[in-house]
């Protein structure tokens, strides 16, 4: 069973739940940036939750189905077109051989999950098929899709049923203006409390160079940083500190002037002060958002951080029931 | 029935290659299927938007440096 690639789409990758356990050495987390939608696309094809799906960022691929399958998209609203016919997302549907996977023009969310039945078959590197670019690592040849590429699908391991759908109270999208919240981090006595407050006052906006590495933002009062003398080894900018390690999530500010979450792509470590840290409930949010959405950040303690955890979880039951 | 391009992707749209340099398109020129109308930035890269019919374009709905959504007007053709 083969998967051919007619056109790849902007930029169409391999990606399962991540590859953890090699950030200290450098080598990111990586996998989907939309983990819950990749879940939910993989338990509707009956697939295990961490299967290797496609992720499509703005815009889908067209690919051709050398034998039947069971597909289902989530995540973005980006929908699916088997020879021309609308499918409807977050749905099992079927591709029969020969037929032609395409998608019409994206109408909200950023990213989407396309799993077929079996799965994608890539090498397992250090524990996920996850594709890193930048390594040149896992995935499809550690790139993403290029066309004339032919993906592998693995064997069926459930039945899968067509029509299998995710309720619409579990298909989850940010608002408008995105709330993403944040716990104030390590280095937040470096602004001043004035700059604190227009952090989290401001609306910004998604800059269009973001992407699976980090996401940048926009419009928001530049940070005003209390002055001190650079301690030694940080750099000269008052944004500069002595190199530390970047958390998944981290929000490192350079200058003081365009916020950047870092997300599954990340580097691990370097010389930009970080105001705090989006939390892991809410990293999911990020991957859908597009370019020039406004967003907020939303202050939280980490008391709200592990409730909103364990509430995310509580959310990831109810998936895992709906499709059963 | 008029004809329209539309923007494959959401980001930042362009009407020249570069800053300094004159626009793909003007109003009331032609175009062939596969002419290069302009361009939208994201993700630190910057795509091309081709037309995919041909005709005369009469008017641009979108100006340089605005931000675009997918699937939105850019041009009408006839």
């Given amino acids: 069973m083969a998967i051919k690639v007619i056109n790849p789409g902007l930029s169409t990758t391999v990606q399962d739940l991540g590859r953890p356990g090699y950030y200290h050495l450098g080598i990111p987390l990586s996998g989907g940036m939309d983990r819950f939608a990749l879940r939910a696309a993989n338990l509707l094809v009956g697939n295990d939750e961490g299967a290797a799906v496609l992720e499509a960022v703005f815009m889908g691929p067209e690919l051709q189905f050398a034998s039947d399958a069971i597909v289902a998209v989530t995540g973005a609203e980006l929908p699916p077109k088997v020879d021309g016919n609308v499918q409807p997302t977050w749905t099992a549907f079927k591709v029969k051989a020969g037929q032609t996977l395409g998608f019409d023009f994206l109408k909200s969310g950023a990213r989407a999950y396309i799993a077929v039945q079996g799965g994608i078959d890539v090498p397992v590197v250090l524990g996920s098929r996850s594709t890193y670019t930048l390594g040149a690592l896992g995935g499809h040849e550690g790139r993403k899709l290029a066309a004339g590429d032919a993906l592998k699908v693995g064997g069926v391991a459930k039945a899968a049923k067509e029509g299998r759908s995710i309720p619409a109270n579990l298909r989850r999208l940010p608002g408008n203006p995105a709330e993403l919240r944040v716990v104030p981090g390590l280095y937040w006595h470096r602004i001043t409390d004035a700059a604190g407050t227009g952090f989290f006052a401001d609306t910004w906006k998604v800059a269009p160079e973001a992407d699976r590495i980090g996401y940048r933002f926009k419009g928001g009062k530049p940070l005003e940083f209390v002055p001190r003398k650079q301690p030694f080894g940080a750099g000269s900018d008052p944004s500069n500190i002595v190199d530390a390690c970047y958390p998944y999530g981290s929000i490192q500010v350079p200058g003081g002037t365009e916020p950047i979450v870092l997300h599954r792509d990340a580097v691990s470590g370097g010389g930009y002060f970080m105001v705090g840290t989006v939390i892991s409930a809410d990293m999911d949010l990020i991957g859908q958002l597009q370019p020039h959405t406004p967003a907020k950040f939303v202050k939280v303690d980490m008391k709200g951080a592990l409730q909103a955890r364990h509430d995310r979880q509580a959310l990831l039951q109810k998936l895992r029931a709906a499709v059963n | ?78």
């Fill in chain 2, 1 to 78: 029935m008029a004809k329209q391009i539309l923007s494959p992707l959401p980001g930042t749209f362009y009407r020249r290659p570069a800053p300094d340099q004159p626009v793909y398109k003007n109003e009331g020129d032609s175009v062939a299927v596969g002419d290069v109308i302009g361009l939208v930035e994201v993700m630190k890269s910057f795509n091309e938007v081709k037309s995919t019919e041909a005709g005369k374009i009469v008017k641009f709905h979108a100006e340089n440096e605005d931000a675009v959504m997918a699937g939105q007007p850019l041009a009408d053709l006839e």
